[in-house]
Nanobody, 123 residues
């Protein structure tokens, strides 16, 4: 079964740091991209950062210069290093996997989500 498991969330003070981890199933980790999204209850889930299967990264403007997404291909794990945290970073953070399965013509698209890890930043 496809599985994404997030960890590393918790409570931090403004200006502090947290490091999130997402362990992914091997079959999907090397897809098009892995990413982190976040969501506040009652609001739409938003993109935080993505990293492609060749290491290209992208960030939402609000976290540029503060967050870093990375991946360890040997461990099938993606990370989100969050520095200089702000109160507005408080959310549930979700790991995302997106890619293609080449077992058919045309290839099949897939997208999977983890269950989320809570990040709370106090000011």
């Amino acid at each position: 079964q496809v599985q994404l498991v997030e960890s590393g969330g918790g409570l931090a003070q403004a200006g502090g740091s947290l490091r999130l981890s997402c362990a992914a199933s091997k079959s999907i980790f090397r897809g098009i991209a892995m990413g982190w999204f976040r969501q506040v209850t009652g609001k739409q889930r938003e993109l935080v950062a993505t990293i492609t299967n060749v290491g290209s990264t992208n960030y939402t403007d609000s976290v540029k210069g503060r967050f870093t997404i990375s991946r360890d291909n040997a461990k099938n794990t993606v990370y989100l290093q969050m520095n200089n945290l702000k109160a507005e970073d408080t959310a549930v953070y979700y790991c995302n996997a997106r890619g293609l399965l080449f077992d058919s013509v045309p290839p099949r698209e897939y997208e999977y989500w983890g269950q989320g890890t809570q990040v709370t930043v106090s000011s």
